[in-house]
Structure formats: C-alpha cells, structure tokens
C-alpha cells in the first residue's frame, strides 16, 4: 500500500471536519446559544441533537457497515437515492419537534430551509451529485455571516479549503462543487438575511 502523501492527509480531514453533520452542527450550536440565553437554547439544542443529528449519524454509520454506500459521504450518486428517502424525513421530524416545542421563529425558519435544501439536492440527484459538503459549509457560512463576522469568517475560510478537498479527492466534479456552494447561498439568504 502507498503511503498517503501529507496534501491527501489533509485533504481528508478538511473533509471530515467538513463534513455537513459536522458544520451543521456546530453552526447551529453557535446560531442558537448566541441569539438566546442558555435556558432558551439547551432543550433546542437537545431536541434538534436527539432528533436529527443522531439518526443521521446512525443512518450513516449503519450503511457504511452494511455496503449500502462505500462511505459516510455517500460519495456515488446512486447511492444518494437511498440516502434521501431517510434524510428528508429525519430534517422534516426536527423541524416539527422545533415547532412543537415553540422554539423561536428564526429556529424553525432554518429548519424549513435547511429542508427545502434537502428536496432540492434530492430533485438534482437524478441528473448531478450535487455537493453536499459545498453546499451546507456555504449554507452556515452565510447564517453564520449574519449572526457573527467572526464566526462567518472562519467559516468562510473553511468552506472554501472544503471546496478545494472536494475537488482534490475527487469526490465531485467542478460544476457539482459550485452548485453546492449556489444552493447552499440561496439557502443561507433565505433563512437569515431575508425579510419576513
């Protein structure tokens, strides 16, 4: 076996760390204990961790073990339709338990969208493999944009070492990096700086 050159090791973990359960979570951890008080955020936080991003994780986990997908990317667009059918429902139960819970409206607001992304990617599955990491890294990165310079920066930097791992591993073509980063704008636009 080759040894894995030090651009590859790298690349590998900006993808990891870029990865969309990972830059999701830690965006909405930042967007939601720095707009409400510790009381306010935790039962969000908990109920969102309980009802999206474990069943996530466990989806993905449990079909790389099985061979449902080669990996944790769910890297072949083939794939991705049994991949879909699971991560819709899992985004549209946390946005009801956001709801349910009457979290405030800019939570369940992030929800629909975060959603509707999901739809969209799904939709563009038949004809790309639209990047999943280019377009939630540039989904938060626009929130985050809007709730902290700081935190938007360094997630600006980071989605854009994202762009490139995804490039250079090869896990997606040019148009499906860029397309990521198109939606995942759009997305960031609507749930956070435009006005309802």
Request: net charge positive; aromatic share 12%.
């Amino acid at each position: 076996m080759l040894p894995v050159k030090p651009t590859a090791r790298f690349a590998r973990f900006v993808s990891w760390i870029g990865h969309p359960l990972v830059f999701v979570t830690i965006s909405v951890g930042i967007v939601v204990t720095t707009q409400l008080t510790s009381s306010a955020a935790i039962p969000i936080l908990a109920a969102l961790f309980l009802s999206v991003i474990v069943p996530t994780a466990v989806l993905l986990v449990a079909g790389v073990r099985s061979g449902r997908w080669q990996d944790a990317d769910v890297s072949v667009r083939e794939e991705r339709k049994r991949f879909y059918p699971w991560a819709i429902p899992f985004s549209t139960l946390g946005t009801l338990v956001t709801w349910l819970i009457r979290a405030p409206f800019f939570v369940v607001r992030g929800g629909l969208v975060t959603l509707a992304l999901f739809v969209a990617a799904a939709v563009v599955n038949f004809w790309l493999k639209i990047s999943l990491h280019t377009l939630f890294a540039s989904y938060c990165t626009t929130v985050l944009f809007r709730v902290n310079a700081l935190c938007g920066t360094v997630a600006f930097i980071l989605a854009g070492l994202v762009f490139w791992s995804r490039l250079f591993l090869s896990r997606h073509t040019l148009l499906e990096v860029v397309a990521g980063v198109g939606l995942g704008v759009s997305g960031g636009i609507i749930a956070a700086w435009w006005p309802l």
